[in-house]
């Protein structure tokens, strides 16, 4: 996390909650237990989120974003109960819109929590830093204004990740 450097976060995309589960049940262990991988952290959350919509960029698919994103950018978005419909729609009709006209946003998911229905997460993919910060500086103060989601928010916390090309692993094509 580019704001807290101590801070490391992984985000794995799974193709269905079985291909997740097989994971965890079958290899999950074993690649942990191998590298003594609970002696590199301090504390942990884990939480499984559900895609609610894609965030359409300039790149065709999910898994070329990826390829070549070198930035992250989540929100982790916890929302007022009685205004989900309204962040939902300002998601849609707002954010997605404004984010693919940002030059260099490659594309992203807008991410419900499976077990608390008012957590949201909105995972866009940069394809550098400076394509991000020209978005933070003239694209989101007006976006901010237009979605109108002051009442929406119980609280926004946000992660910028420099991305790792080595830790990503897509699916084959």
Wanted: net charge negative; glycine share 6%.
């Amino acid at each position: 996390n580019q704001h807290q450097p101590e801070q490391a976060c992984i985000l794995g995309l799974w193709q269905n909650i079985i291909s997740y589960q097989t994971f965890m049940d079958k290899i999950h262990d074993t690649v942990t237990d191998n590298n003594a991988q609970e002696k590199t952290y301090s504390e942990i959350h884990v939480g499984l989120f559900h895609r609610v919509l894609d965030i359409i960029g300039e790149a065709p698919t999910l898994s070329a974003a990826l390829s070549e994103a070198s930035i992250l950018r989540v929100a982790d978005c916890m929302v007022t109960q009685v205004q989900q419909s309204h962040f939902e729609q300002m998601q849609q009709d707002v954010w997605n819109i404004g984010m693919a006209q940002a030059g260099g946003m490659l594309g992203g998911i807008f991410n419900q929590h499976n077990d608390i229905a008012n957590q949201y997460l909105v995972t866009t993919l940069w394809r550098d830093l400076s394509h991000h910060q020209n978005y933070v500086a003239h694209h989101l103060p007006d976006l901010r204004q237009k979605a109108d989601v002051s009442d929406d928010l119980d609280s926004i916390t946000g992660y910028l990740i420099e991305l790792e090309s080595t830790w990503c692993v897509l699916p084959e094509q």
